[in-house]
């Protein structure tokens, strides 16, 4: 959906050479709070203000949250006398840091209306500046030890422009209007499902590369694989189509114990923001409601749907190693392509890697902390930053979680 030049040059340097790209440290942070504003430009004060559940959050909470992180992680550690822009925000805007302070509850954040969004804008404003002239102006042992964080601080904002998108996505849903915010993009061809042979044996997943990746992604480790087959492409909606009308949600042999009441409660019978009108189905999107796209890859199902999915077609969903493996090995097409278009559950539980330590300083609440209870997804969605993810690149989700472009990948048993 959108270009992140700047973020990947920085992405791509060793932090050891951090301060001798000061220039485009200060260009990619430049571009960064930008593309957010660009993004969110469309949106009405009105509509910045919507919290749908507790699980998404107000576009004009993530515009003043990612302004916290540089404040927060940055300004008030390394900038000698700053004061903060508000005091209050340092509560407001703390998403989950427990060692920063106190939050305020996250269910609760559309009930902000002050400050407004013209004073969140000017927050913005004052620590971009106040940023701007830190970066430009410190001397090299001070950029030395913010350009990690500043580097962090850039991709941290990247996530939550994903997350504006899939959470005003999941308010305008409640608009039985069903309001466009974008234009349509253009479809997404996926063809024919081939199968492709990747060889097993030991491979190493975790980040490998001299450039920026999260925590969560190392240490890279040796990892056991045998053989297998894995898809060229997701699942498309014609398939799913085909999974529903085999009867498969109501089939409780497909579904696990979990997923089963998951879907009784909640009764589900088709992808989030499918709409069965006049006998065809149609699809919620940011541009508003659309005749359903076969050839697109499905998207926005949970876990417990991926997961009966794989069961009902007699595959399985490739384990996070098996799918890191299959991305560097094969490229394109396979798993991490270039156009992917939405995020794949796999198999595997959100945990450690062996020898996992979390990032030093209060940045160490920033992943480690989640990984439990969760499932990984791999690849990248049609609304992640271009260059923001890589094959080492772990998302993670609550199995019941749709609001995401989640979809998923086969990885065949019976080759
Ligand atoms: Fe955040």
Redesign the pocket.
């Known amino acids: 959906m959108f270009q992140a030049q700047a973020t990947q040059t920085v992405n791509d340097l060793s932090p050891s050479r951090y301060v001798q790209h000061r220039d485009e440290l200060v260009r990619a942070f430049r571009d960064v709070r930008q593309r957010t504003l660009t993004l969110t430009a469309p949106l009405s004060a009105e509509d910045m203000q919507l919290q749908s559940m507790p699980d998404a959050s107000p576009g004009k909470w993530h515009l003043a949250?990612?302004t916290w992180?540089f404040e927060a992680f940055i300004l008030q550690q390394h900038l000698p006398g700053f004061a903060w822009h508000e005091p209050a925000y340092a509560r407001l805007y703390n998403?989950y840091y427990n060692a920063m302070g106190e939050q305020y509850p996250r269910p609760a954040r559309g009930l902000l209306s002050r400050p407004s969004l013209d004073e969140v804008r000017h927050y913005r404003h004052a620590v971009e500046e106040a940023m701007a002239e830190l970066l430009g102006t410190c001397a090299d042992r001070v950029l030395a030890a913010i350009a990690p964080l500043l580097v962090l601080g850039i991709n941290?904002e990247q996530?939550?422009q994903e997350l504006i998108l899939t959470d005003i996505k999941h308010a305008m849903y409640r608009n039985p209007t069903y309001p466009a915010l974008f234009e349509r993009p253009a479809a997404a061809g996926a063809g024919e499902l081939r199968w492709l042979a990747v060889e097993g044996g030991v491979s190493h997943a975790g980040f490998d590369g001299g450039g920026f990746c999260f925590d969560n992604e190392l240490p890279r480790h040796p990892v056991l694989l045998t053989d297998f087959h894995i898809a060229n492409r997701p699942v498309n909606n014609a398939e799913w189509l085909e999974f529903m009308n085999d009867g498969a949600y109501r089939e409780p042999l497909l579904w696990l114990s979990d997923g089963w009441s998951w879907r009784q409660e909640n009764h589900v019978s088709a992808p989030l923001y499918w709409l069965r009108r006049d006998g065809d189905w149609q699809q919620f999107t940011l541009a508003g409601l659309q005749p359903l796209d076969l050839a697109a890859p499905v998207t926005h199902v949970s876990y417990y749907e991926a997961d009966a999915y794989a069961r009902w077609s007699g595959q399985r969903l490739p384990t996070e190693f098996e799918w890191e493996h299959a991305a560097r090995s094969l490229g394109s097409p396979g798993p991490g392509a270039d156009g992917a278009h939405c995020w794949e559950w796999t198999a595997s539980p959100y945990m450690a890697y062996p020898g996992f330590r979390p990032a030093s300083g209060n940045v160490g609440e920033y992943n480690g902390k989640f990984m439990i209870n969760q499932m990984v997804l791999r690849g990248a969605s049609r609304a992640t930053a271009h260059g923001h993810s890589r094959p080492s690149y772990r998302n993670f989700f609550y199995p019941d979680a749709r609001w995401q472009y989640s979809g998923l990948r086969l990885l065949r048993t019976d080759a």
């Open positions: 949250h990612t992180f998403s941290h996530q939550h």
